[in-house]
C-alpha cells in the first residue's frame, strides 16, 4: 500500500469526502501558542504525540509529529506566540511515518518514573530512539529496529502478561499480528477471517488485545490465548475463540480507559464510530450509547479531580474523578461531553485531525489541536464571540411607488391571457 492510498483510506473513512455543513458556533477555540508544520506536509491523528518524550527533570509536555513525507519535529508550546526556539528538533527520517507511541523501557529515571523511548513506525519496520537533551536541542538515538516481513498498519504498546514493560504488538495490512520484546519476537500469527486492519488496543485489566475488524466488530483476544494459539502446530487444527460483538459502523477509534480510583472494578471501552460515541465494560458489553448528529474525526478523553460538598454530618468536601469527552468534528467544531450532555461547543479554523490536553509552563487542561495541513496550535475554551457568524446586512428601504408600478405591470401580464375551455371525452356505455 502506497502513501497517497494510505491517506485517502484514512481521509475517506473519517468523512473528509462527505460535504461538510456550514455550522454556526457562537464561540471560538482562543489560541494561545499556534505554528504551521512543514510545507504542504500530510499528518494524520496516529503520527502525533505529547509525552515528557526526552525525560526532562522535571516533566515537561512536548508535542512530537511525524510526517507521511517522513519527517519528524518535536515542539514545546509556551504560554506565549510561537518562537523558533520552540522547535526542539527537526529531521528526516528518511521513510513515510505512520504512528508515533511513547514506550515504557522499564527502567527508572534518577526522578524515579519510568524512561520513555520514542516508537516510529514506518512501513517495513518500527524504529526506536531514545530523545536526549543537548546544547543546541534534543537529539535521537537509536536503541534497535524491528525489520517487519510485511507491510505495516499500525502498532499498540502495552504490558502484555502484566509485566513491569510494555511490549509491543504490530499490525500488517494483512492481518499479520507481530508481538515483540524490543528486538525480539515473542510470537507472531495471522487473524483468521482477515478482511480489512483496524484500531486495535490492549485492554491492561483483562491482558487482552482489542481488534476492529473488517467486519464492522470488536474482537477481544486474551494475550495468553494469542500465544498459545501462535504456538500450536498447523496439524492441531485449533482456532481462536474471541469474545465478539457487533457495532455495525466504521470503527474510527478505540481508546480503554483504566477506572484510577477502583483499579479492581477494570475499566470501559471507548468506541468512535461514523455516528455513535460506544461505551462497552470489560466483556464488550455495550453500557451505553450517544448518536451524534454530525461526523467526528478525533476524540479525546480528560481526567480531572473535582472538589464537592459532602452531604455528611461531618460536613467539608470530597474529591471525585470526572470524566470529559472532547470530540471534533468536520465542521470545524469541537464539543465537551459529560455523560451524555454537551456541556460546551467551540469552533476552530480549521478541522481538527487530533487533539488532547496537555500542560503548559504549569497551566493544566491546554488543548493541543492539528489539522490534516499541518496547522498546529494550543488553544483552550474561551468566550470570545466568533467573526464567522453570519450577518444580517442593512435593512432595504421599501418604496412603494416602486412595489405599486410592479404590481401594475404584472397584472397588465396577467389579464390579456385566457384560458381554453377543455372538452371532456364522452364515455360511452356499451
Known sequence: ????????????????????????????????????????????????????????DPPLDKIVIGSFQGFLRIYVPALRAYKVDDLLLECNLQGAIYQLAAIDSGFPTAAGTEVLHLGVLHARKLSVYLVFEEKTGLSLKLVYEIMLKRNAFNFCVGKFGKIFKDLICIQSVDGYLQFNDANATLFALNLPDFMLPGCICYNSHTDSLIVANGAME????????????????????????????????????????????KPMKGGELLVLTL????????????????????????????????????????????ETLEKWLLLASNTKHLFVYKGVGTVWASQWIHVPIYMNTMSVEGTKGMIAVLSDEGNLAVTYLGTQASSHLLSLGQPKIVSYEKIEQDTARLREMIEPVSYTHLTLPTICSV
Open 218 to 261: 470488536l474482537e477481544m483476544h486474551s494475550y495468553a490465548s494469542l500465544g498459545s494459539f501462535a504456538n500450536t502446530s498447523a496439524n492441531e487444527n485449533k482456532r481462536l475463540n474471541p469474545e465478539l460483538t457487533i457495532v455495525g459502523e466504521t470503527i474510527l477509534d478505540l481508546r480503554y480507559l483504566m477506572n484510577k480510583e
Open 1 to 56: 500500500m502506497c502513501i497517497r492510498d494510505r491517506v485517502c483510506i484514512i481521509k475517506r473513512a473519517r468523512g473528509y469526502k462527505i460535504d461538510q455543513i456550514k455550522a454556526m458556533s457562537l464561540f471560538q477555540l482562543r489560541e494561545k501558542w499556534t505554528t504551521t508544520v512543514g510545507d504542504k506536509e500530510e499528518f494524520d491523528s496516529s503520527s502525533v504525540l505529547i509525552a515528557n518524550i526526552d525525560n526532562s
Open 275 to 318: 455516528q455513535h460515541v460506544l461505551v462497552y465494560d470489560d466483556g464488550l458489553f455495550l453500557v451505553s450509547q450517544h448518536r451524534l448528529d454530525y461526523t467526528p474525526t478525533c476524540m479525546q478523553v480528560y481526567s480531572c479531580f473535582e472538589k464537592r460538598s459532602s452531604h455528611t454530618l461531618m460536613g467539608g468536601t470530597s
